[in-house]
C-alpha cells in the first residue's frame, strides 16, 4: 500500500510513514461482506437469444428466410405485372381461354338487339374460333399510334391491334397498372341478316327475341349480328315448321331460305284455304267485291289485291246469279316451291284447282242459263295469331 501523505510505499500493518510521519488508517472489511463486482447489463436481445433452444432458433431462422423470399416474390410480381406487355399478354390468354365477357368490352360496338354482351358469348361459344398468337410490339414513337403502347398478334391470316395505357388504378396498392383500352379486329364484323315477321310468333335468335322495327311493312326485314354460328328458335310455332331450331352462318346461309314448314303446318293450310272458297267464289260470281273477304287474309290491302283472284273463266256474274252449287275441287293442297327465291316468309303455297256451277239471267232472253266459275291458282298461306290466312295469289307454282 501506500501513504496517502507523500505516496511512499508503506506496509500494510505500518501504523506511520516511514518517509513523512503520517498516521496510516486502516479500513477493515468484514469477512462476511465481500466487495462485489457489479456486472455489466445485458441487452434485451442477448437475453432473449439466450432463452432460446437451438430449434427454436433454427424456426426463427426458416421464418426469416421464408419472409424474404415472400417479399421478393411479391416485388417481382409485381413489376412482372405492372408492364404494357402483361396487359397485352392478359388479353390474348382470355381470348385462348374463351373467357368472352372479358373481351367483349374491349371491341367498343354500337349495340343493337343483337349487338351485346349476351348475344357476343352466344356467337362465339357456337362458332369456330382460332387461337391468338404471342403478342409483339411495344411503345410507338411515330406515326398513327405515337405516344400509345400498341402490340399486334395473329388469328390466322387476320391481325389484331391491342392498345394499352396506363391505369390510373394501381397493383398491390403502389405498383404502376397498364390496362387494354381497345381492340382493332377486322375480323370480327357484323352483318346484316333478313329475318320474317309472323304475328303470334316470337322469332329468336340465340336465345334474343327479335324486335320487328316499327316501320316494317312487309313479313320481312332486316337486322344486325355478329359474323359466325347463330341458332334460331321460335315461341308461339308449336309444330309449325319441320324443325324446332336451325343453324345458320351469317354470310353463308339465309335462315330464311333453311326453315321448313312441317307436313301437318301444310295440310292445315290447304284446309283453311278449301273453307274459304264458297265465300270467294260467291263473292265473284254475285259480284260483291272484296270488302266481304278481309277475314281470310292477311291485311285489308291484301284483301283488295287478291279478294277473288283464284277465280277465273267467268263470263257473267252480277246480283241476278242464283242456284249456285257447291264447290268441285279436284285439287287443294300444299305445293313445293320452284323459285330459289321463295323463304317460309312467302308463306305456304297451296295449289287449287276445280269449279262451281250457277245460273245466270240472259239479259237477252230473260231465261236462266247454267254458268261455271272455274277455280285455278296458287295461295300463300300464312298463319297469322294461330289462323291461316292468304296472303297473296299467283297463277304460278314459284
Not at 513523512?20 to 462476511?32: L, Q
Not at 391491334?161 to 375480323?187: M, Q
Request: proline share 3%; charged share 25%.
Amino acid at each position: 500500500m501506500f501513504c496517502p501523505n507523500c505516496g511512499s510505499e508503506v506496509k500494510d500493518d505500518d501504523l506511520f510513514c516511514g518517509e513523512c510521519g503520517a498516521k496510516i488508517e486502516h479500513t477493515e472489511v468484514p469477512e462476511s461482506e465481500p466487495v462485489k463486482k457489479e456486472a455489466a447489463p445485458q441487452s434485451e436481445s442477448v437475453r432473449t437469444a439466450a432463452g432460446f433452444s437451438d430449434k427454436a432458433k433454427k424456426i426463427i431462422i426458416a421464418e426469416i428466410a421464408v419472409l424474404v423470399v415472400l417479399i421478393a416474390a411479391f416485388f417481382y410480381l409485381g413489376n412482372k405485372k405492372s408492364s404494357p406487355e402483361s396487359a397485352a399478354n392478359q388479353f390474348v390468354k382470355d381470348y385462348n381461354s374463351q373467357r368472352w365477357s372479358k373481351i367483349y368490352d374491349l371491341y367498343n360496338f354500337e349495340e343493337d338487339t343483337f349487338i351485346n354482351q349476351e348475344a357476343y358469348e352466344q356467337t362465339m361459344e357456337q362458332s369456330e374460333t382460332k387461337t391468338l398468337s404471342a403478342p409483339t410490339g411495344g411503345y410507338t414513337e411515330y406515326g398513327t399510334y405515337a405516344g400509345q403502347y400498341i402490340y399486334q398478334t395473329k388469328k390466322g391470316s387476320d391481325t389484331i391491334t391491342i392498345h394499352v395505357a396506363k391505369s390510373a388504378k394501381k397493383n398491390f396498392l403502389f405498383f404502376d397498372k397498364y390496362e387494354v383500352t381497345s381492340i382493332t379486329d377486322t375480323s370480327a364484323t357484323i352483318k346484316t341478316v333478313k329475318l320474317f315477321t309472323m304475328p303470334g310468333v316470337t322469332v329468336k335468335v340465340d336465345g334474343i327475341a327479335a324486335k320487328v322495327p316499327e316501320n316494317t311493312s312487309g313479313n320481312t326485314y332486316y337486322t344486325r349480328m355478329f359474323e359466325g354460328t347463330h341458332k334460331i328458335t321460335f315461341h308461339g310455332a308449336d309444330g309449325l315448321f319441320d324443325q324446332t331450331s336451325y343453324t345458320f352462318k351469317t354470310g353463308e346461309e339465309n335462315p330464311l331460305s333453311k326453315i321448313k314448314y312441317s307436313d301437318s303446318a301444310k295440310a292445315e293450310a290447304a284446309k283453311e284455304l278449301k273453307n274459304y272458297l264458297p265465300k270467294i267464289t260467291e263473292a265473284k260470281i254475285r259480284n260483291l267485291g272484296n270488302s266481304g273477304l278481309t277475314s281470310y287474309f292477311t291485311s285489308d290491302q291484301k284483301a283488295n289485291s287478291y279478294g277473288t283472284s283464284l277465280c277465273r273463266y267467268i263470263y257473267y256474274y252480277g246480283q241476278d246469279a242464283k242456284a249456285l252449287g257447291n264447290v268441285k275441287l279436284t285439287k287443294c293442297q300444299a305445293v313445293d316451291a320452284t323459285s330459289s327465291y321463295y323463304t317460309v316468309a312467302d308463306g305456304i303455297p297451296v295449289a287449287v284447282q276445280g269449279t262451281r256451277d250457277y245460273k245466270y239471267k240472259n239479259g237477252w232472253t230473260g231465261s236462266y242459263e247454267k254458268q261455271t266459275c272455274t277455280i285455278n291458282g296458287v295461295a300463300k298461306m300464312l298463319k297469322k295469331n294461330g289462323k291461316w290466312v292468304i296472303d297473296s295469289v299467283s297463277y304460278y307454282y314459284y
